[in-house]
């Protein structure tokens, strides 16, 4: 039985790259500060590190489903670009 190695990479980002990192950051922690004002969402599992994964999207969609029609315009305003944010996010290098 082989011991498993892990190894850690790290890339250096360009200025241009980390300027799109830190806008597609600040982006995410508006909209999970804007979703945890709802008292709709459990909040416990919104944070910024969850924001930039897809299931980000599901746990937000899968607790609003159910009291979408109660939702405030503002939330739903955040929550609807949030596949094409996640899209975003998924296609940066």
């Given at each position: 039985?082989?011991?498993?190695?892990?190894?850690?990479?790290?890339?250096?980002?360009?200025?241009?790259?980390?300027?799109?990192?830190d806008?597609?950051?600040?982006?995410?922690?508006?909209?999970?500060?804007?979703?945890?004002?709802?008292?709709?969402?459990?909040?416990?599992e919104?944070?910024?590190?969850?924001?930039?994964?897809?299931?980000?999207?599901?746990?937000?969609?899968?607790?609003?489903?159910?009291?979408?029609?109660?939702?405030?315009?503002?939330?739903?305003q955040?929550?609807?670009?949030?596949?094409?944010?996640?899209?975003?996010?998924?296609?940066?290098?």
């Amino acid at each position: 039985m082989h011991a498993v190695q892990l190894v850690e990479m790290w890339l250096h980002l360009s200025p241009p790259m980390s300027a799109i990192y830190d806008a597609i950051s600040d982006l995410m922690d508006s909209c999970v500060k804007e979703l945890r004002k709802s008292n709709k969402i459990d909040t416990s599992e919104l944070t910024l590190e969850h924001g930039l994964f897809k299931s980000f999207d599901d746990i937000v969609r899968r607790q609003l489903d159910s009291v979408w029609h109660t939702v405030s315009p503002k939330t739903k305003q955040v929550c609807l670009p949030a596949p094409m944010q996640a899209f975003i996010v998924s296609s940066s290098p």
